[in-house]
């Protein structure tokens, strides 16, 4: 059985440049969340997905949009780039029969 | 005042002692509370989940949680240089890991 899986795991882009990372949820989930870990920092809430619709977002900025597709799969896109958007992305899959979110290994992120 | 507090420590301990971790929450509706542990470069892996006051036991792990001074703990028994790692406190407004409120994490390490 499959964990979390994230793709790809090191990206190195260019301020002002567009990313897509993606995700692919543990089996039997189907609720994708992605966060934004600063160095040194707890993960910060980005947003939620779940039946293909956003349901709740945190305080990050319209550059910021995701996608679910039916197999439960997730993207989250980050437009416009900027230096501070260096950080380790991760996705979190979870059900809403159960109450525990289990993570991918991360997308590490650089800016230059 | 941060939702999720953890001192960030380092928190130094020796080997086969019990490490204590602490952790305080804003938000008084919290239900679901969550302890990770993040090995440097990694991901975040789940080790305890608590959603009611008392004490829950898993091998070497206790979780404590008491909703009436919203604080929530770990300990680690006998414990490891293995256990070396940053442990993340997260909390939860609702039923489930929907969307979890990190603290910053606290870096724990013992001493062969």
């Known amino acids: 059985d499959a964990g979390v899986t994230q793709s790809p795991t090191h990206l190195i882009k260019t301020r002002g440049q567009q990313v897509t990372l993606r995700c692919s949820p543990k089996?039997?989930?189907?609720?994708v969340s992605w966060y934004q870990q600063a160095l040194g920092q707890g993960p910060q809430f980005i947003f939620q997905y779940y039946e293909e619709e956003e349901r709740q977002r945190g305080n990050f900025p319209d550059r910021f949009s995701g996608h679910q597709f039916p197999n439960y799969s997730s993207e989250l896109n980050v437009n416009a780039l900027l230096l501070g958007d260096s950080a380790l992305y991760l996705c979190?899959?979870?059900?809403?029969?159960?109450?525990?979110?289990?993570f991918g290994q991360g997308t590490r992120l650089t800016v230059v | 005042q941060k939702e999720v507090e953890q001192n960030s420590g380092p928190l130094s301990v020796p080997e086969g002692a019990i490490a204590s971790l602490n952790c305080t929450y804003s938000?008084?509706?919290?239900?679901?509370f969550f302890w990770y542990r993040q090995y440097s470069g990694k991901s975040p892996e789940l080790i305890m989940s608590i959603y009611s006051n008392g004490d829950k036991e898993d091998g070497r792990f206790t979780a404590q949680l008491n909703k009436a001074s919203q604080y929530v703990s770990l300990l680690i028994r006998d414990s490891q240089p293995s256990d070396s790692a940053t442990y993340l406190c997260?909390?939860?407004?609702?039923?489930?890991?929907?969307?979890?409120?990190f603290g910053q994490g606290t870096r724990l390490t013992i001493n062969p």
């Open positions: 089996s039997g989930h189907d609720t």
């Open positions: 997260a909390v939860s407004n609702i039923q489930g890991a929907q969307k979890l409120v």
């Open positions: 938000d008084r509706v919290s239900q679901s």
């Open positions: 979190a899959s979870s059900s809403d029969r159960y109450t525990e979110a289990f």
